[in-house]
């Protein structure tokens, strides 16, 4: 276990809904990366949270939204849900420092998109 | 931009036998490197990381890797294999500068072990 927890831990949706889920991060670490995994895929890096603030970000439109609180938990917002947009939504969190830290994943939130 | 890439996407193999997983990296700078695992039905798992220093790097469960800067590559080894070996591996590569701290992955390989 990494002490990384996921909720929901899964969601039914129907197209052009919108969705949030939550990932509670490891006590102690303040950074929070979310990633998307389609089925038979590698996770694709969505985007990383580091003290409250956007902290890079990978190929996905605006509509996949995030935010970091104070106590350094997080959500991912994703707005007008397409189909594609099914997939396990995987939350890691690490603590930042440059260029060693490690990045522990939480169970994930399965995603499906009616 | 860097890419992951793992060779084989299924292998099947028996008990005690060896496994080598395949894993190459695109990116032009300094590397950090993992392995991870998910077992079925469970999160992603750190199998091992390198950062720097010794190339061989020795993870949790018997599992080791080797860093061939001059290939790119980050292979994962284990002797012998477990039953409950059988898993999903991932290679991820993190670089720094305009990367950013983000993993890439690879897109897994498929382990089946029979007993």
């Known amino acids: 276990e990494t002490g990384v927890t996921q909720s929901p831990t899964h969601l039914i949706k129907t197209r052009g809904q919108q969705v949030t889920l939550r990932c509670s991060s490891q006590?102690?670490?303040?950074?929070v990366s979310w990633y998307q995994q389609a089925l038979g895929q590698g996770p694709q890096f969505i985007f990383q949270?580091?003290?409250?603030?956007?902290?890079g970000r990978g190929n996905f439109p605006p509509r996949f939204s995030g935010l970091q609180f104070p106590n350094y938990s997080s959500e991912l917002n994703v707005n007008a849900l397409e189909l594609d947009d099914s997939a396990l939504y995987l939350c890691?969190?690490?603590?930042?420092?440059?260029?060693?830290?490690?990045?522990?994943f939480g169970p994930g939130t399965r995603l499906t998109v009616l | 931009a860097q890419s992951v890439s793992q060779h084989n996407h299924h292998v099947i193999l028996s008990e005690a036998a060896s496994l080598e997983l395949g894993c190459n990296y695109s990116?032009?700078?300094?590397?950090?490197l993992f392995w991870y695992v998910q077992y079925p039905g469970q999160h992603l798992q750190l199998l091992l990381k390198y950062f720097s220093g010794d190339p061989l790097v020795k993870g949790i469960k018997g599992f080791e890797a080797e860093f061939i800067k001059s290939k790119f590559s980050f292979n994962l080894r284990k002797p012998s294999v477990q039953w409950s070996d059988t898993a999903e591996y991932f290679c991820?590569?993190?670089?720094?500068?305009?990367?950013?701290?983000?993993?890439?992955f690879g897109g897994g390989t498929r382990v089946l072990v029979k007993p």
């Open positions: 990116y032009g700078g300094t590397v950090n």
């Open positions: 890691a969190s690490s603590y930042k420092r440059e260029d060693t830290d490690t990045q522990y």
């Open positions: 949270y580091y003290r409250e603030e956007e902290n």
């Open positions: 991820a590569v993190r670089g720094g500068g305009a990367a950013g701290n983000k993993l890439t």
């Open positions: 006590s102690g670490h303040n950074t």
